[in-house]
């Protein structure tokens, strides 16, 4: 639907892209609130299993477990500002200049990878769970957190 939603058609004499664009314009509420909930759970829950393997010093699946997170922050932060996510590349840079977002958020992830490279787990993963609980935040101003 990204893709339609942001293409800009050289040729369609049938109007076929036109029909998609009024389906995937303006970005569907129930499309926000799905991608919210399969995405916010997940950074939680990806910290967690980041933790989980810090504890046996496997740092690919550290590193793995982490970039999962901040893919999934990405996720959430592109429904949150009713905008598709074409591209995982880029996606938290992106993100970090959306309305809605968190502030110095390409600057934590940088350092949460530095401290990776570092042998830092456990503080990787301190500054990811301080991104997920402002991401809640956003995602739920009122405190009404799933």
């Known amino acids: 639907m990204g893709e339609i939603a ?3 058609p050289l040729h369609d004499p049938t109007g076929l ?15 926000r609130s799905a991608l919210i909930r399969r995405f916010q759970w997940e950074v939680l829950f990806s910290i967690e299993n980041a933790e989980l393997a810090a504890a046996r010093n496997e740092r690919t699946h550290v590193a793995g477990c982490l970039y999962r ?11 949150l500002n ?16 959306l309305p809605l977002t968190i502030p110095h ?31 809640k935040a956003l995602a739920h101003p009122g405190g009404t957190a799933p």
């Open 105 to 135: 958020l390409v600057e934590q992830a940088d350092e949460i990878w530095r401290l990776v490279a570092d042998g830092g787990f456990a503080q990787a993963c301190a500054m990811l769970r301080q991104v997920d609980r402002e991401l």
């Open 17 to 31: 892209i036109a029909r998609f664009k009024s389906i995937a314009l303006p970005y569907p509420e129930a499309l």
């Open 69 to 79: 997170s901040l893919a999934c922050v990405a996720q959430v932060l592109f429904a």
């Open 6 to 8: 942001y293409c800009q």
């Open 82 to 97: 009713e905008r598709y996510l074409i591209n995982e590349k880029g996606a938290l840079q992106e993100a970090a200049g």
